[in-house]
Structure formats: structure tokens, C-alpha cells
């Protein structure tokens, strides 16, 4: 009796661990297919002597790049004469995460952006959204082909 119930058990253990062999067998022919350049993907499976079973998964590719992650700190000096609002800022930037190819900061109010300027700075300008009317500053800091990008940018806007 104990030695058919014996039989049972390794006969029941041989059954699952073929089950996840074949598993695993389709899950690395599919991975093989793959070229050296695409994604793939293994599974691993065992079963020990006393029945208890691990399945290991596998995953290899290029990860997804992260997106831009920043915060800004702008502090503003107001000049009113009697002709004119003019307004120097000075706009600290840092990049927490991604590679920052284009800023973007909202806009309030009707005032009109004379100068951005700053160390690390390529490009900008002052966007429309046709839709909505809001208004954007875009900043396009000078990157280096193969370099993550400026960590921190520290910017000077004159507006009026």
C-alpha cells in the first residue's frame, strides 16, 4: 500500500515537472526565433524530490527610456514705472529624471518674454496653444549626442 502510494506521488511529481518542462520548452523556442536585438524571454522550471517546484522567469530587452521628471524655482524682480511692468527672473531648473530634449513651463497673464538666457541653454520660445489659448515657454537645453543631458539649468528671463 505505502509503495503504491509512493509510486503515486513521484508518478504525480514526473507528471508536473514534464508539464512545466514543456512549458518552458515553448516559452525558449519562442525566445529563440527572436533576433539578437528583439526582447526575449525563459522560464526555468524544477521539481525536487519531496514535490516542491520553482519556476523561474526571465526577461531580457532594452527598457523603455524614462520620462522628463523636473522641477522649477523662479524668483521674479517687478520694476513699475510709468510706461512699463518689466520683470527679471531668475528660473533654477532641475532635471530629476529623462533627458530633458524640451521643457516646457506654462504661462500666465499678458506680459510678453523679452530675453531667456543662460549657461546650457540652446534654444526658446513662446508657444500658443490654438485650442485653449494658453500660452508656453519651451526651453531647449544644448544636449551631447550620447550624454544624458544638463542636470541643472540656472536661467535669466526678462519680460515686460
Given at each position: ?10 508518478s504525480r511529481i514526473l507528471c ?23 526582447p526575449t524571454a525563459g522560464v ?16 531580457k530587452g532594452v527598457l523603455p ?96
Amino acid at each position: 500500500m505505502i509503495k503504491n502510494s509512493m509510486n503515486l506521488i513521484c508518478s504525480r511529481i514526473l507528471c508536473v515537472k514534464n508539464q512545466l518542462l514543456c512549458l518552458a520548452t515553448v516559452f525558449l523556442l519562442g525566445g529563440v526565433a527572436t533576433s539578437q536585438n528583439q526582447p526575449t524571454a525563459g522560464v526555468q522550471a524544477s521539481v525536487g524530490e519531496i514535490g516542491a517546484g520553482t519556476v523561474s522567469l526571465t526577461a531580457k530587452g532594452v527598457l523603455p527610456k524614462p520620462p522628463l521628471f523636473f522641477n522649477a524655482t523662479a524668483n521674479a524682480k517687478v520694476r513699475v514705472t510709468a510706461s512699463a511692468v518689466n520683470h527679471d527672473i531668475a528660473l533654477a531648473i532641475k532635471v530629476l529624471q529623462g533627458r530633458p530634449e524640451v521643457i516646457t513651463l506654462g504661462l500666465e497673464g499678458a506680459g510678453e518674454i523679452k530675453s531667456v538666457t543662460g549657461t546650457g541653454l540652446a534654444d526658446w520660445a513662446v508657444r500658443k496653444d490654438v485650442a485653449t489659448g494658453k500660452r508656453f515657454l519651451d526651453l531647449v537645453p544644448k544636449l551631447v549626442k550620447g550624454k544624458p543631458g544638463p542636470v541643472a539649468l540656472n536661467l535669466t528671463i526678462k519680460a515686460q
